[in-house]
């Protein structure tokens, strides 16, 4: 950032860097205001199919922390899914499974202190784990995790709808959205980040077979609804399980984007990383290498207590290996971030995930079995608190905080940088213009600016300030030498543009009349 910050001096806009000189990257905010119970969307649940004969509206619930206090207007967003086996507690025999997991809300305490607004959000449960084969468990698994995504979605597009329409009440950036997965939120974040559409799915082990042996999908949009959650499911004559005529997915929020900029996911897998491609956003994956019910590379999801096999997926060391590769996490592999004293366990990570920028390999305190050291409970209100199991006497709050403070310590700074935050603590290599041959042009300009460079320095993100040190445009995961910056309703003035290669960034000065 030392050349943006050069530029921003020598323009007299310095003023706004004190106030942020470490928001984003450490607590800068005493308390935290927490709204609760807060409906973000309806859609059809099937949790009640066997009571009730059919899919009916369940209303959306999240918890909404923010920083008590702030100034700040436009504050990036992340939304964080729950773990909980896609099954309700206490039902899913596991101590967690909520909202209200104490993991998840410590996290959310913290990156609120640090400057987001963060939502915890339920989505829809209900799959069948011990199905009697295992194409059903696959059937029933692939569609909880898929109404998972449209869920993650329609949560997104509800805070964008309410910047445009209720006047930002909850003072977010629309631009700067990051998701954040526990688990099965991990599964739930990585297949959002992943999936752009619905061809995508249609693989086989997600493809079953009807009565007369024929291919069918075991995800259908006309009956599942899209990808995003933004039109009607509904189910046909002859469907298995659901009446005809009932309706399986209610849109929400239609006509705002759904997409983030950055992906986080704690545990969980991807159903194929296949669906991972150019138009991923960049990737920070924790997980235990042991995991016994998630592989770290690839292998069968094995139901928790059951231990039945479900579906063959890849883990974080697989998705992180095709990430690094197509250039996905390029917007913070090459940043300096041992600035300041302050500490976020790069070295640690690197000594163990064999150059996978955003891969953090953890490795539990009560042994190979340990698959979430993060978690804990209060042993005296949590009906599921087994005390003869090892690994549960050793889910300690201590514990826990400091491995969820470990796992903050090494997103805050990438989430810097992948959401554009201006975090001037955050060092990257800067690169000479003519090396890269960047050209601009027109500039300054009316409507437009084209960007080129040489054919081995294709551009992965370019993000565009006011001089204001604001986010005003983003582009990430470009991976072209060929790229227009349209003006659309910007006012006329000078902007400073960012444009970020595998090898580090340049920064140029962008004028519209």
Sequence with gaps: MKRLTTILVALGVLAWMPMQAQRYLEPVFDDVVVQTDITYGVNATVLLLPQLGEAVPQPLMMDVYMPAGDTETERPLCVIAHTGNFLPWPQNLSTTGTRKDSAIVYIAHQLARRGYVVALIDYRLGWNPIAPTQDERVFTLINAAYRGVQDLRTCIRYFRRTVAEEGNPYGIDPNKVMVWGDGTGGYITLAAATLDEYQEILIPKFVTQDANGNPVPMVIEQVNGDIYGTSVGIVPQGYPGFPPGDTLCYPNHVGYPSDFNLCVNMGGALGDTSWIDENTPPMISFQVPSDPFAPYMEGI????????????????????????????????ADADFG??????????ADNRNNGWDGLFPLYGSAGPTDSSPWQWWDAATNPNHNPDNPVHQDMSPQKGMSYCDTMIAYVAPRACMALGLNCPTVNVKELNEQEVGLQLGPNPATDFVRVTTNAEFPIQHIYVYDMAGRLVKAYTSLHTNDFTIQRNVLPAGMYVATFHFKEGRVTKQLLFN
């Excluded at 890849?314 to 996490?329: E, S």
């Design 301 to 332: 999801v094995i139901v928790p207590g059951v231990n039945l096999p479900v579906v063959e997926v890849q883990g974080a060391y697989l998705v992180q290996m095709k990430a690094n590769a197509l250039g996905l996490n390029s917007v913070f």
């Design 339 to 348: 600035i300041n004293g302050y500490e976020d366990y790069s070295a640690v």
